[in-house]
């Protein structure tokens, strides 16, 4: 049964208030289980990860999150592909305001990163966005188009500054004990 409105909103802040600062991976394993529209098996969220409207975001198996990212799912979904590794201090935005609305209205879209891409540290990710299988996004790049499978990605705007070349076989196997 889906939760309600109400409760969906008490169980987010309940999350972002208390539950992501908790060491336990087990306590925040559980309620991500509830909280997420879908949790793939080893995925991992450390401590201090922001999630906005959770149940729009889904994390695929062995993904990892690491600490003090954000990821904005109000009104639009991120999809999280598996193998994927979101360094420290990411913000991937599903929302932003309209510069030319005279309301300030919000615009949006769904942000997707597909398998085996590498999300380098304090990366912004704005909505419309797909990232490609095995793509890397270079630490501090702004990423505003979609970014092709196995591209490398830098600089405000991203820019393609490479291409990968290793046939992305890899698990990630990543749970430690306080983080």
């Known amino acids: 049964m889906p939760m309600s409105s109400r409760l969906q909103k008490r169980a987010r802040d309940a999350w972002n208030l208390l539950f992501c600062h908790i060491p336990s991976r087990r306590v925040r394993r559980f309620w991500l289980r509830h909280l997420l529209a879908h949790l793939g098996e080893g995925a991992f969220v450390t401590l201090h990860v922001e999630i906005k409207e959770p149940w729009s975001v889904s994390l695929g198996a062995r993904s990892v999150v690491m600490p003090h990212c954000i990821l904005d799912g109000r009104g639009y979904p991120i999809t999280v592909g598996e193998d994927v590794a979101i360094s420290d201090h990411t913000h991937i935005w599903t ?30 990710i704005l909505p419309n966005v797909t990232i490609g299988r095995g793509a890397v996004v270079a630490a501090g790049a702004v990423v505003t188009k979609d970014v092709p499978a196995k591209a490398v990605v830098a600089g405000v705007p991203a820019r393609l500054i490479g291409q990968r070349k290793n046939r992305l076989e890899y698990k990630f196997e990543y749970s430690p004990l306080f983080r």
């Open 95 to 124: 929302l932003e305001h309209d510069i030319e609305a005279d309301d300030f209205a919000t615009k949006g879209g769904r942000v997707t990163i597909e398998d085996h891409a590498w999300i380098a540290s304090r990366v912004t």
